[in-house]
């Protein structure tokens, strides 16, 4: 008979339920997890925080379609690691964190970093749990992989104890549990689907919206078929773009806040009327708009505004009965609706209104001007990630995504300090794809460490930093006669050094005319990269009919 240790146990039980990548930083009492992972083959990627490590962790298991992994040491390594469980709870994530915890003899001892882990990590999590002994771990990851994985994705909680970790147990012993298989993928209610395809059909300005549910479901060939077949015009939300392509003609991605105003019938594929879609409520949306929801969740229908028709499902399968019901009776909207004739002489006025900053090549740099030259250095391959406020959202309606699953950004939490952990996440699970981050200055400063990684690793990521020199852009210099206002950053800091320091590459550009070569030179490159573009500290958003949150 042969014993292994509870390191050896988990290592192989990781391996076993589909985890390949586990991001952490090691310490007591969890470095022999992570050598026996790398035993295992799983790729161990230790980054410098484990605020980043638990972002990386999440963002592998949306790219991957499964839940990938997070090991973390005791105590405090623990508590920075909840932000990454409330993140990748509130996208509807999976993920797995395993926290090393001391010795269960000395419970209660006042032990080293001695922290109530599983409780602390349970609000933030569908499942969390101690393993008590070696014996334990297949049951318990088998359960945790499954629940963060299964219906609406969230994050799980494993605490291993010093003495499990070290523990040893007859292999003998081991129960064999078997591999958590694919969710089931469950159809919804066919009435339902009915009773949505005829309220799409009596609507005079119909809308289809595409959120991150429909991205995670792994949907797009079946919504680019509907939108084909229906010539719906949609609107993407902020991860939902991708799914469809942003350069198809019937995105209205340029004209939003009209379309959602003007849509009587909304259909709601995976996304929530939360904040980003202004609770579905006036003034953005339109009072007696009908909504026609599908969610895997059934406690998200009718939240906030009452569902019109309640589809209760898999995106997937559900978009597959869709289309089955409109084999059996083709429907198109209207070519000729004013609807489509408002959208694009909207679409036409938007971009009208930014044009001249766009074409603005002298002077201070503004955002539009700066995402003139990172549209064209983008490559269709390339995973996006968008990080600040500014930066991110002028970012989104000026980046497209024409694959899904290529953009990630501060998502529906609002996380600003994502950025480098969900980058090297993105780089790592995507061997040979180029992953490019654009990150506002004070986003950038949230993971900038990580810089170290991502040349660690070398990987192949282009950071690019546009600096207002603060949040929500702060004064061209430090004022003497006062205190910095609080939202103040240092005016003449050079980011670009901080990928130089680990043998990146850098570039600083002050003016429009440096950015293109920059880019340019970045990519020649294809290596570690940070281009550096100062702004116009006032430089902003093109006037908004509406504010943020109304
Ligand atoms: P977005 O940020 O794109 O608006 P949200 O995070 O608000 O998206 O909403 C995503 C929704 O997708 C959640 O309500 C979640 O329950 C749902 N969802 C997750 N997985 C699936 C799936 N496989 N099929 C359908 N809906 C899903
Ligand atoms: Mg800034």
């Known amino acids: 008979m042969a014993s292994i240790t509870g390191a050896t146990v988990m290592a192989r039980e990781l391996k076993k339920q589909g985890v390949d990548y586990l991001f952490g930083i090691v310490g007591f009492p969890v470095v022999p997890i992570a050598i026996e992972a790398q035993k295992a083959g799983i790729t161990y990627i230790g980054m410098r ?5 638990s972002y990386a962790a999440q963002a592998a298991s949306y790219l991957l379609g499964r839940p990938q992994a ?15 469980l409330a993140n990748a709870q509130q996208n509807c994530w999976p993920m797995l964190l395993i926290g090393g915890s001391s010795a269960q003899q000395r419970d209660g001892m006042m032990d080293f970093q001695e922290e109530h882990q599983v409780e602390l990590c349970r609000p933030y999590c569908k499942y969390s749990a101690r393993v008590e002994a070696p014996a334990r771990i297949p049951f318990l990851v088998e359960q945790a992989i499954r629940t963060s994985w299964y219906g609406r994705p969230g994050a799980a909680y494993l605490d291993m104890p010093d003495d499990v970790i070290l523990g040893r147990v007859e292999e003998e012993e081991l129960a064999a549990v078997p591999a958590v298989a694919d969710p089931p993928r469950s159809l919804a209610d066919p009435t339902s689907v009915a009773a949505a395809l005829d309220a799409l059909k009596g609507a005079s300005n119909p809308l289809v919206i595409v959120g991150k549910g429909m991205a995670w479901s792994r949907a797009e060939s079946e919504v680019r078929r509907f939108i084909e077949h229906t010539q719906l015009p949609f ?13 198809h003609p019937l995105s209205v991605g340029g004209a939003r806040s009209l379309a959602l105003q003007q849509a009587d019938a909304v259909l709601l594929l995976g996304a929530r009327l939360n904040w980003i879609l202004h609770y579905g409520l006036p003034p953005r949306f339109n009072p007696d708009v009908k909504v026609l929801q599908v969610d895997i969740a059934a406690d998200q229908i009718s939240h906030n505004v009452h569902s019109h028709a309640a589809m209760v499902g898999d995106g997937k399968a559900v978009m597959q009965q869709f289309l089955q019901l409109l084999d059996q009776q083709p429907w198109q909207y209207a070519p000729d609706a004013a609807f489509r004739t408002a959208i694009a002489e909207k679409i036409a006025q938007n971009e009208a209104a930014v044009a001249p900053q766009v074409n603005q090549d002298e002077g201070p740099v503004n955002y539009y001007r700066a995402f003139r030259d990172i549209k064209e250095f983008l490559s269709p391959d390339d995973i996006i990630i968008g990080e600040g406020a500014n930066t991110m959202d002028i970012g989104r ?16 939490y609002g996380t600003m300090g994502i950025g480098l952990g969900f980058a090297i996440a993105a780089s790592v699970t995507n061997p040979g794809k180029r992953v490019v981050a654009v990150q506002g200055d004070s986003a950038f400063g949230f993971s900038g460490m990580e810089c170290e990684t991502i040349c660690r690793y070398n990987l192949p990521i282009t950071v690019i930093v546009l600096n207002n020199n603060g949040i929500g852009g702060g004064l061209s210099a430090m004022p003497t006669d006062r205190q910095a206002p609080p939202n103040m950053l240092l005016p003449g800091a050079h980011y670009e050094g901080v990928m130089e320091a680990f043998g990146g590459k850098g570039w600083y550009c002050t003016e429009p005319s440096q950015i293109k070569p920059a880019l340019d030179a970045a990519a020649a490159w294809g290596g570690p990269a940070l281009v550096h573009i100062t702004l116009d500290t006032k430089a902003n958003r093109k006037p908004q009919e509406f504010a943020w949150k109304s």
Do not use: F, W, Y
């Open 397 to 412: 309606t000026q980046m497209a995504n024409v694959h899904p699953r290529h953009r990630l950004d501060a998502g529906s």
């Open 49 to 53: 925080n484990e605020q980043s490590a």
């Open 70 to 84: 997070c090991l973390v040491v005791s105590g405090p390594g623990v508590i920075h690691a909840l932000a990454g």
């Open 235 to 247: 609107l993407a939300t902020p991860m939902g773009k991708g799914v469809v392509p942003d350069d």
